[in-house]
């Protein structure tokens, strides 16, 4: 598809993803940690969802976290833009909070609970001419990216 | 924690039951009345005397559908509430109902639910939410993760899995309402289409029709109503909770037994029973790790342990605890807003003893749990 044609691709949850630069490809998941307690939360919170407290400042999630669970979806959900199976992982971050997303870069027999992975951000368009979005995905943690993934 | 105080004691005097299946040519209004009739008819209560209706449903088809389900029943002018909890939407009308009562703001309240689950995996978000992009929001998706997990951790081979559907498909088999009646090997079970792996076709429940209806009353009030107390269940327990924080938060909670135990606990403490003193329960086995990770949340058997009791057979009408008599949401089918009374239906049947070919001997206690999107979970314990 030429350039031109394209949309200026969004972040899928602008309240979970917040893309950095013109690219879309690079970005960080969006969290919230209490002040008070030191829990952090997934996406946007008014008040601390352990404790209750007010005292909540935004921060931008681990780049890696470790596959909790994974599932090689073959029969997808209505609207699903993607490629069938696709791989959902369950991902477990250093602060807590389970984050679930599709797996790429994966071959099915090398996926396995434990596994390190990192953040992927991919665009995503529905049809040849729905809005395209940048979205947060995994995909395995190579040599390079396992010592500077934390930021 | 718990704060709320019990008053009067409520008993279920009738419950009423459509069978689970397709049903193209009725409505939704429909089918919930038919339902509703039947309860009606198993106690003899007056349709004037009850005072309070809650209609647990989840698709919409038009407004107040409750309202349109008991019109051709007389206009008595009671307050009728349209109730939608997710998958609990039929346990949290009954809970409804029977606050309503022990508090003593009515005497003998009608809880009912009915659902025509479109076909197709069920998700949680509206069609044009990101979620469907990201590819999270697949119920049967979110089962399977824990199936992995579960399996993982405590060593459960994948047929120990697919008993819970030979068990369920054994049960059903034995009950005229049920959707799925027809029986399986483990090796059907794990041979049919892969849905979403490891789970398979018959490990996830089908999507269906069908409407369950119960009436409850004031024990101390029966007289007044005309109502025989021989058939009356009584109603010891009723919880409903929504999320506890967990360090996981809500993208994965819509998932995760975790947040049964809380309801379990708070079932246990109203009622002064243990899990010690149930006979015999109905989980929410949408899939089948859901019913191994329901019993174990509910304290019945020890943690990672619930795999090896069905394999041993001590979950089948013949075991020590039998689970899901009724077939379960597996194989007796779910149709969402009336699946938690079903699940009250089945335990007064059997604590009644009038559960036929499928009775379990000696129940005196029954348990049942309905879990929902959005970390609902209902927990209600009945005893003879």
């Known amino acids: 598809m030429p350039e031109s044609s394209r949309n200026t691709p969004k972040s899928v949850d602008p309240g979970r993803l917040r893309l950095d630069g013109d690219q879309a490809s690079t970005g960080a998941l969006l969290g919230m940690r209490c002040l008070d307690c030191g829990i952090s939360v997934f996406g946007q919170a008014v008040f601390c969802q352990a404790c209750s407290s007010a005292r909540l400042e935004p921060v931008d999630l681990s780049r890696t976290g470790t596959l909790y669970s994974y599932t090689i979806v073959r029969v997808p959900p209505e609207g699903w833009p993607g490629p069938v199976p696709y791989v959902l992982g369950e991902v477990e971050l250093p602060e807590g909070p389970h984050i679930l997303a599709e797996v790429i870069d994966v071959a099915h027999d090398a996926l396995r609970i434990g596994m390190e992975v990192r953040l992927a951000l991919e665009e995503v368009q529905s049809g040849d001419s729905g809005p395209v979005f940048s979205v947060y995905k995994w995909a395995p943690a190579t040599e390079s990216t396992l010592g500077t993934g934390e930021v | ?384």
Request: glycine residues 10%; charged residues 20%; hydrophobic residues 40%.
């Open chain 2, 1 to 384: 924690m718990f704060q709320f105080k019990p008053g009067r004691e409520v008993v279920v005097v009738g419950v009423g039951l459509h069978p689970f299946g397709r049903f193209r040519g009725k409505d939704l209004a429909s089918l919930a009345r038919e339902a509703v009739v039947e309860a009606l008819k198993d106690c003899a209560v007056k349709w004037r005397d009850i005072q309070v209706a809650y209609f647990g449903h989840v698709y919409y088809h038009g407004m107040s559908v409750g309202e349109t389900a008991l019109a051709s029943l007389g206009l008595t002018g009671i307050p009728i509430i349209n109730v939608e909890n997710a998958c609990s939407s039929g346990s949290t009308a009954f809970w409804q109902a029977y606050w309503g009562i022990t508090t003593g703001m009515f005497d003998v309240a009608l809880a009912f639910g009915a659902e025509k689950v479109p076909g197709g995996p069920v998700t949680v978000t509206a069609a044009d939410s990101p979620d469907r992009y990201i590819g999270g929001d697949h119920m049967m998706a979110g089962y399977a993760l824990r199936m992995r997990r579960y399996m993982e951790e405590t060593g459960a081979p994948a047929s120990a899995l697919a008993q819970v559907t030979v068990k369920a498909r054994q049960n059903a088999a034995l009950n005229p309402y049920a959707h799925r009646k027809d029986t399986f090997t483990v090796e059907d079970v794990l041979n049919s289409r892969p849905i979403a792996d490891p789970l398979t076709l018959y490990q996830c429940c089908p999507t269906s029709e069908g409407s369950a209806a119960a009436v409850l009353c004031a024990r101390e009030a029966l007289g007044r109503y005309g109502l025989d107390e021989s058939r009356a269940i009584r109603v010891v327990a009723a919880a409903l909770t929504s999320g506890n924080y967990n360090g996981r938060g809500s993208d994965h909670s819509a998932f995760s037994p975790y947040r049964t135990e809380p309801a379990a606990v708070q079932a246990y403490e109203m009622s002064g029973l243990g899990p010690e003193d149930v006979d015999l329960v109905q989980v929410h086995d949408a899939a089948t790790i859901g019913e191994l990770q329901q019993v174990e949340a509910l304290q019945l058997f020890p943690k990672g342990e619930a795999w090896r009791a069905t394999v041993e057979g001590r979950t089948a009408l013949t075991g020590d605890l039998p689970v899901n008599t009724d077939g379960g949401l597996l194989a007796m089918g779910h149709p969402f807003g009336a699946t938690g009374i079903r699940m009250v239906h089945e335990t007064i049947t059997q604590l009644r003893g009038e559960a036929g070919p499928r009775q379990v001997s000696n129940a005196r206690v029954g348990m049942a749990q309905c879990s929902g999107a959005g970390d609902v979970t209902t927990v209600q314990i009945f005893a003879r």
